[in-house]
């Protein structure tokens, strides 16, 4: 097994970037999880690991599958710089991102657009959700996070390595869906109905926007029908997370 002592290595620069940087991320095609479920979940897609970065003195568990994987011990100096979590788990893994081609595209027809939200959190918590509920992908528009933040990933917990997540136009996603037959639904206050009033299917999309400004008026007007969650209580609004799974168990056939 390698081992890295130095915080100057330059993979350890490398490494730091990718958890810190999203130019980083964007121009490689990589990213960094930390932490042994997010590792577990990798290790089922050894093909996107570069290497598996293991501080000095953890113990990896028996019967992970880390044959031909390359992995490299680091002093608790490097785990720590490049850690994003405050108490490191000590074990990380370099990764690359999912290749989506074309062809993969054009087979989607269950489909989560998100627009603008901004929130790691939330937008982990939705890829997330979008992976329990057996969607095909899910878009990220502009003014969306990126994907591969480390607290995106870390709220996903795992379904990076399950469902396709890209960046998009919406509004060449609205017409690509609509060009197939496929409904793409809005969430907005006005012109909507009950989600409960519309028929679960096979064939759908829907899109999520910002919570403060909710989604942009120029696609609400290509959608093919809204939807409101109605609120029963005194609450303000729904979380925009827990929105999308209330919406995709209606609209998803079971």
């Given at each position: 097994?390698?081992?890295?002592?130095?915080?100057?290595?330059?993979?350890v620069?490398?490494?730091?970037k990718?958890?810190?940087?999203?130019?980083?991320?964007?121009?490689t095609g990589e990213?960094?999880?930390e932490g042994?479920h997010l590792v577990?979940?990798?290790?089922k897609?050894k093909?996107?690991i570069v290497q598996?970065?293991?501080?000095?003195?953890?113990d990896?568990?028996l019967?992970?599958p880390?044959?031909?994987?390359m992995?490299?011990?680091?002093?608790?100096a490097?785990?720590r710089?490049?850690?994003e979590?405050e108490?490191?788990?000590?074990?990380f893994?370099h990764?690359k991102?999912?290749a989506i081609?074309d062809?993969?595209?054009?087979?989607?027809s269950?489909v989560l657009l998100i627009d603008?939200v901004?929130d790691?959190g939330?937008?982990g918590?939705?890829?997330?959700t979008?992976?329990a509920?057996?969607?095909?992908?899910?878009?990220l528009?502009?003014g969306t996070?990126n994907?591969?933040?480390?607290?995106?990933?870390?709220?996903?917990?795992g379904?990076?390595?399950?469902?396709?997540?890209?960046?998009?136009d919406l509004?060449e996603?609205i017409?690509?869906?609509?060009?197939?037959?496929?409904?793409?639904?809005g969430?907005?206050?006005?012109?909507?109905?009950?989600?409960?009033?519309v028929?679960s299917?096979?064939?759908?999309?829907v899109?999520l926007?910002n919570?403060?400004?909710g989604?942009?008026?120029?696609?609400?007007?290509k959608?093919?029908?809204n939807?409101i969650?109605?609120?029963?209580g005194?609450?303000?609004?729904?979380?925009?997370?827990v929105?999308?799974?209330?919406?995709?168990?209606?609209?998803?056939?079971k």
């Open positions: 097994m390698k081992r890295i002592e130095s915080t100057q290595n330059a993979l620069k490398h490494w730091k990718l958890v810190t940087m999203r130019k980083e991320r964007e121009k990213f960094i999880i042994f577990e979940e990798a290790l897609n093909d996107q598996l970065i293991v501080r000095e003195g953890v990896l568990p019967l992970w880390t044959d031909n994987v992995m490299i011990e680091v002093t608790d490097v785990a710089e490049i850690a979590t108490t490191t788990q000590g074990v893994a990764c991102q999912i081609s062809a993969d595209m054009s087979n989607w269950k603008a901004q790691p939330n937008i918590t939705m890829i997330r979008a992976d509920a057996g969607l095909d992908a899910v878009i528009g502009k996070v994907a591969y933040n480390p607290k995106t990933v870390r709220a996903a917990q379904s990076h390595f399950h469902i396709p997540v890209v960046r998009g509004l996603w017409e690509k869906l609509q060009d197939k037959d496929i409904p793409v639904y969430t907005a206050l006005e012109n909507a109905i009950p989600y409960t009033e028929n299917s096979n064939e759908f999309a899109i926007g919570e403060g400004s989604i942009h008026p120029q696609l609400l007007d959608t093919n029908q939807l969650i109605p609120i029963l005194q609450a303000e609004s729904l979380n925009v997370a929105a999308t799974g209330i919406l995709l168990y209606q609209l998803v056939k």
